[in-house]
Each structure stands twice: as C-alpha cells, then as structure tokens.
C-alpha cells in the first residue's frame, strides 16, 4: 500500500517507522526541518557541534511507549535520569519545589493551606480516572476542595503561564492529570530523563531507519488538500502536484485538517473548528555564566515579566556537553494577536532579557553570547473544560483516512512525545486492521 503521512513530528515518524518494513511511506512535513515541536538546533561552539531541543524537552519512567521506542532503536545507552531543581519565584523569592519537606516551607501560603494543599494532592493521587472530572473547570474544584489562598497563591499564577487568558476555562481533568505525574518525587525529589545528545538522535534514527527501508521524507512539503472521492480518500495535494496513495495519516492540528479536508468530515467537522491551540514563544540564550546559581533547572514565576518559566538546560544537563550555558525562557499565547506573536523577534527577546535582569539583577548583556527565538502557533491543545469529547478519533470517518497526534487520545489530559508516539502506532494498527478485512497488500 502507498500511505503518506502528513507531519514529521514524532506521530507521524512513529507511523512512518512502523509501516516502512511492509508499505511504500511518504512523509510530507511544511517546515524545511523535521521534528515538529520536538526539533532540534544545530548549535556551533568554538568548532563543536551539538543538538540542542527548539523547544526544552524531558521525559518520565512513565512515558513506556517512548522508552521502549529509543530502546527498539538502540538508542538506550543514551538515556540519561537526572535530577532536575525545581522552585517557585514568588514576588522576589525564590522558593525551592523539589520536596515535600521544602514545598511545607513554601511560605506565601499558611501553615493551614500547606495542610489543604497536601490533602489535595492525596486525595488528587488517589483518583484513578480523570474522565469525571472533565467536565469542572480546575478553578471551581480548587476552591471547593482547597480554598482561595491555595487558589490564588499557588495553582493560578501556575495556570495563567501555561494557559494565559485561558486558565479559568482549564479542567480539573488536566489539573489532576499534571499534579500525579508531578508529585511522585518521594523524598529525595523526582528525576527525570533525557537522551545524551538531545531528542534529535531519536528524530534523526526513526528518520534513517524510513528511509533506509525505502521511505521518502520531503520537508518544505505542505499538504494542501485531501482529496476525498466516495467517502474514500485518492491522494493528496502538495505544491500544486496531485499524489495518489490508498491511506493517509494526518498529524495536522486540528483546525488545518478541517481546511484541507475542506470542511467535508462530516461530524467531526465542528469537533475540529472548536478545538482551541495555543502557541508558545521560547528563547534559547547562549551564555558566558550560569543565570540561576542555586543550580535551578525550572523555575516557575508569578511576577511581573513577559514570560511564564526559565529553564536552565545546563543547569539539568552537563556543562561540558554544551561548554557555554543555555536557558529557555518561555511563555505560551492564546492567539496571534498576541504581542508574542505579532512583535518583531529583536522585540521579545529584548522583553524577555528585561524581564530576566529584573529577576536576576546579576545578569548583564555582555554575558549573552547568542538568542535564538521559536515561536509556533500550533503547540499545544487548550485543555479546557469538556475538551474529553472532543478528543479525535483515530479514523476520520472517510475510508483511508487516519488521525494521529496532540489531539489523540494517548495525548489526553497532556500532550507528550510519549502520548504521539503511542498515538502513531495506534493509527497504524487500526490502518492494518481495516485493510486486512478489504484485502491488505504490502509492498
Ligand atoms: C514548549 C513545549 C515543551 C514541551 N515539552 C515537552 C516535554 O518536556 N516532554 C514531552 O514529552 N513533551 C513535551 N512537549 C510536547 C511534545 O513536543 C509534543 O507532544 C510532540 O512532539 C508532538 O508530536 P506530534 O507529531 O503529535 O505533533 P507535531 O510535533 O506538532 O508534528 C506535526 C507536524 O505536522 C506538520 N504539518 C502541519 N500541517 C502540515 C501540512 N499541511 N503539511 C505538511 N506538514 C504539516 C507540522 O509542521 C509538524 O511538524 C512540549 C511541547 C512544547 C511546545
């Protein structure tokens, strides 16, 4: 069968990788690069190479469909479980996050909302199915369960920088979701992994194993139509070319499917138009000395800044697998009239190192040595309230025709590189299971 695959992002090479053996596999991806949100730059410094994420990335142990990937491809040596400090920069101060013992200290909240702020964590660890709590918005069921303070002075400066002008509308699904896989860093604090060498290696391996088997990878490809005739899709339509296949998998956001399927998905035609994406705006800063010398690897902040987090990699990873320190500094946005959207790049990084030299009056421009800017419109589904019914299918309705990505439902309560990988191979599974019953030849 000849299948082509819309995206290069981690669902669409995880499909690709699983049919490239048996099928003829054709990826297109827009960008000129590969990778999706999980792409890499290739940074040069004092004549060495290295691949550092566009967009900061780590796993957990839970994440069992990625692992057992980058074991499948060899790749397990690279695997890295670290430790990973984590605070809370509250109106000046730093709070450190990495313990039970050092959250109980975190002091713009009452030693009474400490106590309810653990019994929602207890009680949040002991929930087995989020699909109930799907339909409440987080805010309303903090508030009943913890009170305002805890409201107030810890979830919501931590909602508004992911979700901005969203936040109220978040879930309680997606609150709970995030607190479980957060909290369980017993006493010594969680540690979290990451692949020596970046993510890119595992790009780069599942992009040489399709093509090794024959597979194709045309980046700087948009897919402008799915041509869908008699409820079974004919091909696609890239650069104004037409190219026939049997199946396609699409890993396009939601509102991009709808348009080149021209609005024709029949009922999950509004499912695509209502579901809402946010963008994110990420600086990667090359630098002379370390930004957060308490060796801080997240910090969160409520403050006064254009940006939601700072993220020392080097502070995470070896110093000398870089040799020049490198910190994110991000905030997501709702909407492209956003000024992190819509402001030249020299403007938000110059917003963005205003804010830093604000937290850290330390910092010093001459201590900057590069920025690089990354901003996307399409990074990530805003989980709001009732968004669970609007989770995709893995099969769009038209014969032929597959779903798999940040929508799916291996990406719900969060998207993850784990939940697209598992949501590539699912599409591809269900793929073999309808062709087999009309008759499944392979290449
Ligand atoms: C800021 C940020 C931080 C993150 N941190 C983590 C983390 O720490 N850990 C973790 O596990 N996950 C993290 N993620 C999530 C993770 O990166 C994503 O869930 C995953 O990479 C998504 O893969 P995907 O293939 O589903 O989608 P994408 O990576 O979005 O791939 C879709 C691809 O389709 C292409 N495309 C779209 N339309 C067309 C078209 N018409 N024609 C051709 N190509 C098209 C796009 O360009 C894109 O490359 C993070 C994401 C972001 C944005």
């Known amino acids: 069968m000849k299948i082509v695959i819309i995206g290069s992002g981690l669902a669409g090479l995880s499909a690709g990788y699983r049919l490239c053996k048996s099928d003829e596999v054709i990826i297109f991806e827009k960008d000129p690069d590969i990778g999706g949100m999980s792409a890499s730059y290739s940074i040069e410094n004092e004549g060495k190479k290295y691949f550092i994420e566009k967009y900061y ?29 984590n605070a809370y920069f509250v109106d000046g101060k730093n709070y450190p996050m990495n313990t039970p013992v050092e959250i109980l200290h975190f002091s713009p909240l009452s030693i009474l909302d400490l106590a309810k702020l653990g019994m929602l964590v207890l009680r949040i660890k002991l929930i087995k199915d989020t699909a109930p709590y799907d339909r409440i918005k987080a805010k309303e069921w903090i508030l009943d369960t913890a009170g305002k303070s805890v409201y107030e002075n810890f979830f919501a400066p931590l909602m508004k920088s992911k979700f901005g002008d969203n936040a109220e509308n978040v ?29 890119n ?25 799915i041509v869908i005739k008699d409820s079974a899709v004919q091909g696609v339509k890239v650069n104004g070319g037409f190219i026939p296949c049997d199946a396609v998998i699409s890993t396009a956001e939601p509102a991009v499917l709808d348009a080149i399927t021209g609005g024709k998905l029949g009922d999950l035609h509004e499912t695509l138009k209502s579901i809402r994406y946010q963008g994110t705006a990420c600086a990667l800063i090359g630098l ?14 409520k403050a006064d800044v254009p940006f939601g987090a700072v993220i020392e990699h080097t502070n995470f ?6 040799g020049e320190n490198l910190v994110y500094v991000t ?23 205003k804010g830093l030299e604000k937290m850290f009056p330390k910092l010093s421009r001459k201590d900057v040595r590069w920025t690089r800017l990354y ?9 709001e309230q009732g968004y669970l019914e609007k989770v995709l299918p893995f099969a769009a309705g038209p014969s032929g025709l597959y779903l798999a990505g940040m929508f799916s439902s291996s990406n719900y309560p969060e998207r993850s590189m784990n939940g697209s990988v ?22």
């Open 288 to 301: 002379d000395r370390s930004l957060m010398e308490d060796g801080n690897y997240w910090l969160n902040i």
């Open 375 to 383: 901003r996307r419109m399409d990074t990530a589904p805003v989980y």
């Open 201 to 225: 290696s595992l790009i780069e391996a599942l992009a040489g194993e399709i093509t090794a088997n024959g597979g194709e990878i045309r980046t700087d490809r948009e897919v402008t139509e």
């Open 422 to 443: 598992k949501a590539g191979f699912q599409s591809v599974e269900l793929l073999r299971k309808e062709k087999e019953k009309t008759g499944y030849d392979e290449k």
């Open 317 to 322: 990873l070896p110093f000398d697998d870089y």
């Open 57 to 85: 990335h780590h796993i957990f142990r839970s994440d069992s469909e990625l692992l057992a990937l980058i074991k499948e491809l060899g790749l397990e040596k690279q695997m890295l479980w670290l430790k990973g400090k």
């Open 171 to 199: 879930s309680a699904a997606w609150v709970i979701g995030r607190v479980k896989i957060r909290s369980d860093r017993g006493a010594e604090g969680e540690k979290l992994g990451y692949m020596r060498g970046g993510f």
């Open 331 to 353: 905030s997501y946005f709702q909407d492209r009239k956003s000024p992190l959207w819509t402001q030249k790049d020299t403007d938000v990084i110059d917003s963005y190192l």
